[in-house]
């Protein structure tokens, strides 16, 4: 169907799945073992209730804000999804692409189907992008990496260091559309991988995807290290507990010029099923530990399918909200015009949203516009 006439992210999905590959489907929309916490992500935001105010002129209402200290035209950004182009031929840099009228940020994964240096080729003057990291076993591959990205700093801004996955979910439709496959490999052009390093046997995609990733990350020894190999700030994704968001911004603290963001993120609910959704990590965080907010900035996705979804994160204290499969969905119903059409939907929900709500700009959103009285009592 012409992209003008999909309306809403649902249709979008729909579009993609019509045109893409089983096994691009199956690696997409995929989660962990029933699907549960994809499901709760999205009903997590839906559980929040907006409360307008009246007789504030809102004419018009500016997304824009600031993330690290980059002026962004809208607080929405492309969370790393890895192997965009088993969705269509325009891979990252056609999501690169699509997303450039909004001013929004992108984050690519280190499993990208096209090098940073593709990527960033034909990128916008102003554009910012972050690199997220998978710590490889053999850390010189790593290593290797962040020299690539520190001579890319004109459009790279942050490393993001994925803490949620150090082992891959159990992803029953990812592995089951591989066995039919027999197990065929996927090449990621970010991180490729010699024949040795191949996964023997089967799994599926995001199985292959992990072989080589350490699971053996931690605070004392991690974050030392990649400070040495990059002066870039530091976003630690998929943080899951307000004691972790804590210990994050007491590294922060203690360690000047690192850590400056987190992600809070259930990795889209593929890593561990009946993990939190980011909203009730956000709760938690107001709740019991509220300075974390001033230490680094925090933030979130998972299930966001609706501009709404979008504001009330907003609302409670996050400083961005990132989308995974909308945007893959979005280059799989039409390469990067697919993009372009999804980040439409979106970013014209969010200004009705905010108009709606009687908010003119990022900074008048606050918890004084929602009621999360039924989230909280989950
Ligand atoms: C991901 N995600 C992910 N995260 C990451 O840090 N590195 C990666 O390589 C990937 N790869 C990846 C592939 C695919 C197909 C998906 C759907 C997701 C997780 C991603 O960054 C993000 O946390 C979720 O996608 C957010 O949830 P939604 O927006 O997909 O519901």
Redesign the pocket.
Known sequence: PPLHTLLNLDEIEAAAKSQVSKKCWS?????ADDLYT?AH??RAFRDILLRPRVFVDCTKADTSTTLLGHKVGTPLYV?????AR?AHPDGEAGIAKGISSFGAMQ?V????SMTPEQIVAEAKPGAVFGW?L?VQTTRSKSEAMLARINKLRDHFKCI?L?L??PQPGKREHDEKSNLEAAGEFVESASNAKTDAEKKPGGGG??QQ?FWGTAADLTWETTLPWLAKHTDLPIVL??IQTHEDAYLAAQYAGKHPGTVKAI?L??????ALDTAPPAVHTLLEIRKYCPEVFGAVEVWI?????RGTDVVKALCLGAKAV???????WGLGAGGWQGVERTFEILQQEIITCMKLLGAKTVDDLGPRLINTRIVERD
């Not at 993120?265 to 593929?270: A, I, K, L, P, T």
């Not at 990132?322 to 893959?328: D, I, M, P, S, Y």
């Open positions: 690696y997409y929309f995929s989660a994809k992500n999205t969370s790393p999804a890895a192997l088993l984050l994964s280190n499993n990208a997220q998978y993001v994925t949620d996955a995609v995001g995807l994704k998929g992600i993120s259930n990795h889209g609910g593929r996705d998972g299930g966001v399918k990132g989308v995974g499969r909308a945007a893959l």
